[in-house]
């Protein structure tokens, strides 16, 4: 297996697709049911808490999460969004503003040890905890995710995940790879491969809702799951 990526290496490609992850039927055209799971996500946050005060968005990427949210819900929260790349982080504010949303915080870095704030409504983790590497990496964010929230706050995520069955990890691969293939030939089906074999450290959906209830969270939902990409969330 090839070294995976270092943050620094995903903060500077991320630098580079501003543009495209500004628009999700370009940005996320490599993620099966990406607008489906970007939908039932905003959905179920906004169902959970039509009216939260502070909204973390972690790996905001250029907004897309926030901005969806934000038709979801009866006030603007305060937004504080986190991500590697400062290029996505000034863009994702600039839509949220143009959107309608007052009160917009900014924090460049890793959310496991940025300062962020405490007693959050409601937290949004879209296509980022894929790129955590080992088993500590992985109890580290999802106690950090615990440790945010308020009681009765809840977090929902959309990702890439593998599969605990071999067997049915090696079929979903096939299906994500056809998919990719139908989108773009075999060349970009590659590529993509490629670039997550180098890039991406995915789990599976079984190991991520067991770790949620181990960090302490009560009540855990799935949303909706096809081949390599699940759509879950949890209340503290």
Same mark, same amino acid.
């Given at each position: 297996?090839?070294?995976?990526?270092?943050?620094?290496?995903?903060?500077?490609?991320?630098? $580079?697709?501003?543009?495209?992850?500004? !628009?999700?039927?370009?940005? !996320?055209?490599?993620?099966?049911? /990406?607008?489906?799971?970007?939908?039932?996500?905003?959905?179920?946050?906004? /169902? @959970?808490?039509?009216?939260?005060?502070? +909204? +973390? #968005? +972690?790996?905001?990427?250029?907004?897309?999460?926030?901005?969806?949210?934000?038709?979801?819900?009866?006030?603007?929260?305060? &937004?504080?969004?986190?991500?590697?790349?400062?290029? @996505?982080?000034?863009? /994702?504010?600039?839509?949220?503003?143009? /959107?309608?949303? *007052?009160?917009?915080?900014?924090?460049?870095?890793? &959310?496991?040890?940025?300062?962020?704030?405490?007693?959050? #409504?409601?937290?949004?983790?879209?296509?980022?905890?894929?790129?955590?590497?080992?088993? *500590?990496?992985?109890?580290?964010? &999802?106690?950090?995710?615990? !440790?945010?929230?308020?009681?009765?706050?809840?977090?929902?995520?959309? #990702?890439?995940?593998?599969?605990?069955?071999?067997?049915?990890?090696?079929? @979903?691969?096939?299906?994500?790879? #056809?998919?990719? *293939?139908?989108?773009?030939?075999?060349?970009? $089906? !590659?590529?993509?491969?490629?670039?997550?074999?180098?890039?991406?450290?995915?789990?599976?959906?079984?190991? $991520?809702?067991?770790?949620?209830?181990?960090?302490?969270?009560?009540?855990?939902?799935?949303?909706?799951?096809?081949?390599?990409?699940? *759509?879950?969330?949890?209340?503290?």
């Amino acid at each position: 297996m090839r070294e995976k990526s270092s943050l620094d290496e995903i903060r500077e490609r991320f630098d $580079q697709d501003v543009e495209r992850f500004s !628009q999700l039927d370009t940005g !996320q055209v490599a993620t099966i049911d /990406a607008p489906l799971s970007l939908e039932l996500l905003a959905q179920a946050a906004g /169902a @959970m808490n039509s009216e939260p005060k502070i +909204v +973390v #968005d +972690v790996g905001c990427g250029a907004g897309n999460l926030s901005l969806r949210l934000l038709r979801e819900l009866k006030s603007a929260p305060a &937004f504080h969004l986190i991500d590697l790349s400062p290029k @996505m982080l000034d863009r /994702a504010e600039q839509r949220l503003r143009e /959107a309608g949303a *007052t009160e917009v915080h900014t924090h460049c870095g890793d &959310f496991r040890s940025e300062d962020l704030p405490g007693n959050c #409504d409601l937290i949004l983790a879209g296509a980022v905890l894929h790129h955590l590497r080992d088993d *500590t990496d992985w109890e580290r964010a &999802f106690s950090r995710f615990h !440790q945010l929230l308020r009681p009765g706050g809840s977090i929902w995520i959309s #990702d890439l995940v593998s599969h605990e069955i071999a067997s049915t990890d090696k079929l @979903m691969w096939s299906r994500y790879a #056809d998919y990719l *293939t139908s989108v773009g030939g075999a060349d970009y $089906q !590659q590529n993509v491969f490629d670039y997550i074999e180098k890039e991406d450290s995915p789990r599976s959906l079984s190991y $991520q809702l067991k770790l949620l209830i181990d960090s302490g969270f009560s009540q855990i939902e799935v949303l909706h799951k096809n081949s390599c990409f699940a *759509t879950f969330g949890a209340v503290k």
